[in-house]
């Protein structure tokens, strides 16, 4: 013998079945499901950190409301920069903590940076390095240190001397016999070798040199998207302490 169905019970069942996946369907169309980016700043604070993180110069130009670029997306020409440039990189993380504050078209999101300090691992360099100099110099029989870029100091000194007497040709001549010491090229080429040994037994202890700090990032609504205000301690963060 079959069962019997009674039809309004299965009108009823049919009835919630239809309205459940309409409700489904709703919130997915609702926002409760799929979170725009442009209405949520602290979606748009973690994609603009993890871009940060990744290297992503664009989005990172993109979600920024007071730089139009960091430089990031230029790596330094000489192997000095390029080793700092590299180590800032692979020794930078951003973690959003605790909750997005909102007010009208400004929010906050608190942030813990993690970035290599490239400020005191060169005061490090630095003062390692303030000896050898010392000691080179009187190996080369030099009573002062040459500028490594620019004017040395000995050229600085003939240029005023020359410019106060009004000797132009004198300044000239003066200039190219400094540039042409060679104790003064070996003294540049031993400063910019022995600059890159130190800095690579530095980063080899990297971890030594890394600042965490907690960073209260504000973000902007402008034009329909929340942006990352850079301020000063976020730059110094991103610039590895040097800005």
């Known amino acids: 013998m079959k069962p019997k169905i009674n039809p309004f ?16 369907v709703l919130g997915s169309k609702s926002g409760t499901a799929v979170v725009k980016t442009e209405e949520d700043p602290r979606i748009a604070a ?4 993890d871009a940060l993180e990744k290297g992503n110069t664009e989005a990172i130009r993109n979600g920024m409301e007071n730089y139009s670029s960091l430089g990031l997306e230029n790596s330094p020409q000489k192997e000095f920069g ?16 605790g909750v997005c504050t909102a007010e009208g078209g400004t929010a906050t999101q608190t942030v813990r940076a993690s970035y290599l300090d490239l400020a005191r691992l060169e005061d490090e360099l630095a003062l390692r390095l303030e000896p050898e ?14 500028a490594e870029e620019g004017e040395t100091a000995s050229e600085e000194a003939a240029a005023e001397t020359a410019e106060d007497a009004g000797q ?3 300044a000239e001549s003066a200039a190219a016999a400094a540039e042409n010491d060679p104790a003064l090229e ?16 530095l980063l080899g202890n990297a971890e030594a040199y890394v600042t965490t700090v907690e960073l209260p990032v504000t ?13 000063d301690p976020l730059l110094t963060a991103l610039s590895g302490g040097k800005l």
Not at 9 to 24: D, Y
Not at 46 to 49: A, E, K, R, V
Not at 133 to 146: D, G, N, S, V, Y
Request: charged letters at 25%; proline letters at 1%.
């Open 46 to 49: 973690y994609l603009f950190f």
């Open 168 to 170: 132009e040709e004198a």
């Open 219 to 231: 973000l902007h609504f402008v034009d329909g998207r929340w942006l990352v205000y850079v301020d």
């Open 82 to 97: 390029q080793l700092e440039w590299d180590a800032l990189r692979q020794n930078c993380h951003f973690e959003l903590t």
């Open 9 to 24: 019970w299965g009108f009823l069942t049919l009835g919630l079945v239809l309205l459940t996946l309409a409700l489904c």
């Open 133 to 146: 100099i010392q000691a080179k110099m009187e190996e080369l029989h030099l009573t002062e240190q040459p």
């Open 186 to 201: 070996r003294f540049r080429s031993w400063l910019d070798e022995r600059k890159l040994e130190l800095l690579r037994e």
